[in-house]
């Protein structure tokens, strides 16, 4: 027997209305095919079909997806400085990981109002509660980090389990590192982009079981290279140039990545050489079956999605896909979950609809931030509770008759079936998941909507106490690492692009001159959102594969959209010959 009968009898009648075709996204005016796949899983979840795009969903999505970013919040009560990736000009405040665990906030409630906006009384009622500030799994160690998995002695990074790095993020088991974006056990490097197994490393990307080498794409089990791309079992290559030892080290000699003008040479060297005379394959997936998308590893049967790294089977249009994942849709993270759609970050949960940041919850639908909670609706920071709306409580049967009507309301006015507006985000936008992972840009941003803010608002980069009498400007940072005496520690370095200021911390000047690493003379969100943006987009399209000019699903490049790319058969002959 159906527990919200009226609300059945809509969605039957709109569901049985709804054919594959042509769609035009209401948002943007992006035409798209809605396929009988797609259908299916609207069956599936019981919810009306969406009138927004899959790539605008998944922008949507990322707005709520800080991606690199640290802000100084404000106390939720005292307004003392927090830091975190929530920007007080969203409007959010946040309470300390241990605070926010420690209160109940089940006494906070908000009374729906049946002829009001759903949306409107939810976007008042989340100020209400504070967020977490950092969301930190395993609480870090002398370090400096944001949803940290377990870090020691790391500063400034993000989403990550690393021992002494610096500026990264999603470094997992990473020691003695810096700038890395989806790395896994990446010591004693610098500069890495998707790549694993990498010692003694500079400037690699989507490489695997690679050492003392410099300059990398795609490449694996390789060794004191400088300039390789698709290469497999190769050693004393310069730029793709096979060397002798002896002509190799002398060139290598001659060669000062200790300095900034240098190593920025090389860069371009190799970004030439990235577009104009590499191969591209048209996506780099590992040991996947059945599976479209990019960025997939051990996925089965999971169609048009983006990034997924552990058993995820069954998942369909869903991005950042972690763990045990498995029957999920239209998402943007779900970690060890089953049964979600159009979620966001949302941990060890079970059939959940539009959620966001809820953990070990159950049947619940527009909810935020509630751990083990079950048949919940529109509820936010609530734990252990069962049968709430609003965070009020009531007896199952009222439950149930109290969710058909407001559903039936919202599904009436257009609202049920879509996720939070992007006002409801904590984040800046021109730094969150839309722009960085997904490539929107300003015009962009614009359309979608969202908050508009100074970064610099609210005291977020602590701007008004900067001693202007002692800052530097970026273009006086000196050229080498040789250079960088000990008096650069601690001083504001204004980034006139950023209109930000930064500084040298002190590990991290030791480090750099361990490593014999230039000084940076940029903002560090600058520097790791180039890293990360010089990588795959969570942007499917279709591409021609440049050799057998057959049509291939691949991810868009920003950065290198004109590249050379091979379909997965072309790519593997021209690996075999030129490997």
Same mark, same amino acid.
């Given at each position: 027997?159906?527990?919200?009968?009226?609300?059945?009898?809509?969605?039957? /009648?709109?569901?049985?209305? %709804?054919?594959?075709?042509?769609?035009?996204?209401?948002?943007?005016?992006?035409?798209?095919?809605?396929?009988?796949?797609?259908?299916?899983?609207?069956?599936?979840?019981?919810?009306?079909?969406?009138?927004?795009?899959?790539?605008?969903?998944?922008?949507?999505?990322?707005?709520?997806? /800080?991606?690199?970013?640290?802000?100084?919040?404000?106390?939720?009560?005292?307004?003392?400085?927090?830091?975190?990736?929530?920007?007080?000009?969203?409007?959010?405040?946040?309470?300390?990981?241990?605070?926010?665990?420690?209160?109940?906030?089940?006494?906070?409630?908000?009374?729906?109002?049946?002829?009001?906006?759903?949306?409107?009384?939810?976007?008042?009622?989340?100020?209400?509660?504070?967020?977490?500030?950092?969301?930190?799994?395993?609480?870090?160690?002398?370090?400096?980090?944001?949803?940290?998995?377990?870090?020691?002695?790391?500063?400034?990074?993000?989403?990550?389990?690393?021992?002494?790095?610096?500026?990264?993020?999603?470094?997992?088991?990473?020691?003695?590192?810096?700038?890395?974006?989806?790395?896994? #056990?990446?010591?004693?490097?610098?500069?890495?982009?998707?790549?694993?197994?990498?010692?003694?490393?500079?400037?690699?990307?989507?490489?695997?079981?690679?050492?003392? #080498? &410099?300059?990398?794409?795609?490449?694996?089990? &390789?060794?004191?290279?400088?300039?390789?791309?698709?290469?497999?079992?190769?050693?004393?290559?310069?730029?793709?140039?096979? !060397? #002798?030892?002896?002509?190799?080290?002398?060139?290598?000699?001659?060669?000062?990545?200790?300095?900034?003008?240098?190593?920025?040479?090389?860069?371009?060297?190799?970004?030439?050489?990235?577009?104009?005379?590499?191969?591209?394959?048209?996506?780099?997936?590992?040991?996947?079956?059945?599976?479209?998308?990019?960025?997939?590893?051990? /996925?089965?049967?999971?169609?048009?999605?983006?990034?997924?790294?552990?058993?995820?089977?069954?998942?369909?249009?869903?991005?950042?896909?972690?763990?045990?994942?498995?029957?999920?849709?239209?998402?943007?993270?779900?970690?060890?979950?089953?049964?979600?759609?159009?979620?966001?970050?949302?941990?060890?949960?079970?059939? !959940?609809?539009?959620?966001?940041?809820?953990?070990?919850?159950?049947?619940?639908?527009?909810?935020?931030?509630?751990?083990?909670?079950?048949?919940?609706?529109?509820?936010?920071?609530?734990?252990?509770?069962?049968?709430?709306?609003?965070?009020?409580?009531?007896?199952?049967?009222?439950?149930?008759?109290?969710?058909?009507?407001?559903?039936?309301?919202? !599904?009436?006015?257009?609202?049920?079936?879509?996720?939070?507006?992007?006002?409801?985000?904590?984040?800046?936008?021109?730094?969150?998941?839309?722009?960085?992972?997904?490539?929107?840009?300003?015009?962009?941003?614009?359309?979608?909507?969202?908050?508009?803010?100074?970064?610099?608002?609210?005291?977020?980069?602590?701007?008004?106490?900067?001693?202007?009498?002692?800052?530097?400007?970026?273009?006086?940072?000196?050229?080498?690492?040789?250079?960088?005496?000990?008096?650069?520690?601690?001083?504001?370095?204004?980034?006139?692009?950023?209109?930000?200021?930064?500084?040298?911390?002190?590990?991290?000047?030791?480090?750099?001159?361990?490593?014999?690493?230039?000084?940076?003379? %940029?903002?560090?969100?600058?520097?790791?959102?180039?890293?990360?943006?010089?990588?795959?987009?969570?942007?499917?399209?279709?591409?021609?594969?440049?050799?057998?000019?057959?049509?291939?699903?691949?991810?868009?490049?920003?950065?290198? /959209?004109?590249?050379?790319?091979?379909?997965?058969?072309?790519?593997?002959?021209? !690996?075999?010959?030129?490997?």
């Amino acid at each position: 027997m159906s527990s919200t009968p009226n609300y059945d009898a809509k969605i039957k /009648a709109i569901l049985d209305a %709804t054919k594959p075709g042509e769609r035009i996204c209401e948002l943007t005016g992006e035409k798209w095919q809605m396929s009988e796949e797609e259908i299916g899983w609207y069956r599936r979840f019981n919810i009306p079909p969406s009138k927004i795009s899959p790539s605008t969903n998944w922008k949507l999505l990322g707005y709520f997806d /800080a991606s690199y970013q640290f802000w100084w919040n404000k106390h939720f009560e005292t307004g003392e400085p927090v830091l975190s990736f929530h920007h007080p000009g969203s409007g959010i405040r946040v309470l300390p990981d241990t605070e926010w665990y420690n209160r109940d906030f089940s006494s906070i409630t908000y009374d729906y109002k049946k002829d009001k906006s759903f949306f409107d009384q939810m976007r008042i009622f989340e100020k209400q509660i504070p967020f977490l500030a950092t969301y930190n799994v395993i609480p870090p160690e002398h370090s400096l980090t944001l949803v940290s998995l377990g870090d020691k002695d790391s500063y400034f990074v993000f989403a990550s389990k690393s021992i002494h790095c610096f500026y990264s993020t999603c470094a997992t088991d990473s020691e003695d590192s810096s700038l890395i974006f989806l790395g896994k #056990s990446i010591i004693k490097s610098h500069h890495v982009l998707h790549s694993e197994r990498l010692f003694n490393c500079r400037y690699v990307r989507e490489s695997r079981d690679c050492m003392d #080498s &410099c300059f990398l794409f795609d490449c694996r089990n &390789c060794k004191n290279c400088f300039g390789a791309t698709n290469k497999r079992n190769r050693e004393y290559l310069w730029f793709n140039e096979q !060397l #002798s030892k002896q002509e190799w080290e002398k060139r290598r000699s001659e060669v000062d990545l200790g300095k900034r003008s240098i190593e920025q040479m090389m860069i371009k060297q190799f970004e030439s050489l990235l577009l104009l005379d590499t191969v591209w394959p048209e996506n780099f997936n590992e040991k996947t079956e059945s599976s479209t998308g990019e960025y997939l590893t051990n /996925a089965i049967d999971c169609s048009s999605c983006f990034f997924a790294d552990g058993r995820c089977i069954h998942n369909y249009q869903t991005t950042w896909l972690f763990g045990d994942s498995q029957d999920n849709a239209f998402d943007w993270c779900p970690c060890d979950s089953r049964g979600t759609c159009f979620c966001a970050l949302v941990y060890f949960s079970n059939e !959940l609809k539009f959620c966001f940041r809820c953990r070990s919850c159950d049947t619940c639908e527009y909810c935020m931030m509630c751990t083990d909670c079950k048949n919940c609706f529109a509820c936010i920071g609530l734990s252990h509770k069962q049968f709430h709306i609003f965070n009020k409580p009531y007896s199952e049967e009222e439950y149930w008759k109290r969710i058909d009507e407001i559903k039936c309301l919202m !599904l009436d006015r257009g609202e049920y079936g879509k996720f939070f507006p992007p006002e409801f985000s904590s984040a800046y936008p021109p730094e969150g998941g839309s722009v960085i992972y997904c490539g929107v840009d300003e015009a962009e941003l614009s359309i979608l909507g969202g908050n508009k803010f100074d970064p610099n608002t609210e005291g977020a980069t602590k701007k008004d106490s900067t001693d202007l009498s002692v800052m530097r400007q970026m273009e006086e940072v000196p050229d080498s690492i040789d250079d960088l005496i000990d008096d650069w520690i601690g001083v504001p370095i204004y980034d006139k692009n950023a209109g930000r200021t930064f500084s040298f911390l002190k590990p991290e000047v030791e480090y750099y001159r361990e490593f014999h690493l230039p000084p940076p003379n %940029t903002h560090f969100i600058r520097r790791v959102h180039e890293v990360s943006q010089a990588g795959q987009l969570a942007i499917l399209e279709d591409h021609f594969c440049a050799q057998c000019k057959k049509t291939i699903l691949t991810s868009k490049n920003k950065k290198f /959209a004109h590249r050379k790319i091979y379909c997965k058969s072309c790519y593997l002959k021209y !690996l075999e010959e030129n490997g």
